[in-house]
C-alpha cells in the first residue's frame, strides 16, 4: 500500500515514538515492552486495523506491526486512535517497526516470535516478481529460523495465485499446513475471531472468496533448503 506523502507524517510519527520500534536496532522484546510476553509479528500491517484489534483482543501478547511505509502507518494509526475505543493506553502491547522484513529480519533473534500474520501481502502476478512474494520459499527459511518451535504463519489472501503457490512453496519448507480454506467466510470454526483487515473489507464487499492458510513449524531443521525459488 502506497499513500502521497503527508507534511504532517515525520511530526505526527515522532510525537507518537513510544509506538516505535528503532529498526535499526537488535529488537530487545524486553526492553521495548516491558514484558517477556509472546510475540506475534505481522508483516505488512498497513492501516493498522487488524494490529490494533489484535492487540485489543490479546492483553497477554505482545505486538509487532511492520510496515515499511511511514505514510501507511501514521494514516491508520490516526485513524485508529480516532476511534472511540481504541486508545493509546489500550495499546501497550503493540509497537510498530517501519522498515521492510529484509533489512530488519537481522535483527530478530532466533527462536524469538510466536506467530507471523501475513495478511494480503502483495501478489506480485508476474512470474519475474515472484522472489518478492512474501510467502516464498526464501521467506519460509527467515520465519523459520525467528519462529520458535510450534511457532505458527498465519496467511490471508484474496489471491487465488499467490494462495496457490504459497501451497506450493510449503513443500520446500520445515512447515506443515495445519490448517487450509479457500473460502473463509464459509467455514464458522475458521472464522472465530477473525479480524476483518482494511483490504479483507473490500474484497469481501466485491464478493471476492478469502483464503486462509496456517503453517506450524516443524520440529528440528528443513532436510532439503537449498532449492531455487520457483514462480
Ligand atoms: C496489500 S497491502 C495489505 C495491508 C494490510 N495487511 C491489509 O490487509 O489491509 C500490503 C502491505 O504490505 C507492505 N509491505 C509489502 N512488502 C513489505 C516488506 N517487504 N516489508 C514490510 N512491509 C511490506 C506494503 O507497504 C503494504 O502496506
Not at 521467506?139 to 525467528?146: A, E, M, S, T, W
Request: with cysteine; hydrophobic share 35%; glycine share 4%.
Amino acid at each position: 500500500m502506497r499513500l502521497r506523502n503527508k507534511k504532517w507524517v515525520k511530526q505526527y510519527l515522532q510525537d507518537n515514538e513510544n509506538f516505535m520500534i528503532n529498526p535499526e536496532e537488535e529488537l530487545n522484546a524486553y526492553k521495548v515492552f516491558d514484558s517477556n510476553r509472546d510475540i506475534f509479528l505481522e508483516i505488512g500491517a498497513g492501516k493498522s486495523k487488524f494490529c490494533t484489534e489484535l492487540a485489543q483482543q490479546n492483553p497477554d501478547v505482545n505486538i509487532i506491526a511492520m510496515e515499511k511505509e511511514p505514510t501507511v502507518v501514521a494514516v491508520g494509526l490516526r485513524q485508529c486512535l480516532k476511534k472511540q475505543n481504541i486508545t493509546v493506553d489500550s495499546l501497550r502491547n503493540l509497537k510498530y517497526v517501519i522498515t521492510y522484513l529484509e533489512k530488519y529480519e537481522k535483527n530478530i533473534a532466533s527462536d524469538s516470535i510466536a506467530r507471523i500474520y501475513l495478511n494480503f501481502s502483495d501478489p506480485w502476478p508476474k512470474a519475474r516478481h515472484a522472489k518478492y512474494r512474501l510467502t516464498g520459499r526464501k521467506y519460509l527459511k527467515i520465519y523459520n529460523r525467528i519462529l520458535a518451535d510450534g511457532g505458527e504463519i498465519h496467511i490471508k489472501t484474496d489471491n487465488d495465485g499467490l494462495y496457490k503457490f504459497t501451497l506450493d512453496e510449503v513443500i520446500f519448507s520445515n512447515f506443515k499446513i495445519i490448517a487450509n480454506e479457500s473460502d473463509l467466510y464459509n467455514n464458522a470454526e475458521m472464522m472465530k475471531n477473525n479480524i476483518q483487515t482494511s483490504y479483507e473489507t473490500k474484497f469481501v464487499d466485491m464478493g471476492i472468496k478469502i483464503k486462509k492458510i496456517v503453517l506450524r513449524k516443524k520440529d528440528g531443521q528443513p532436510k532439503r533448503d537449498n532449492e531455487k525459488q520457483g514462480s
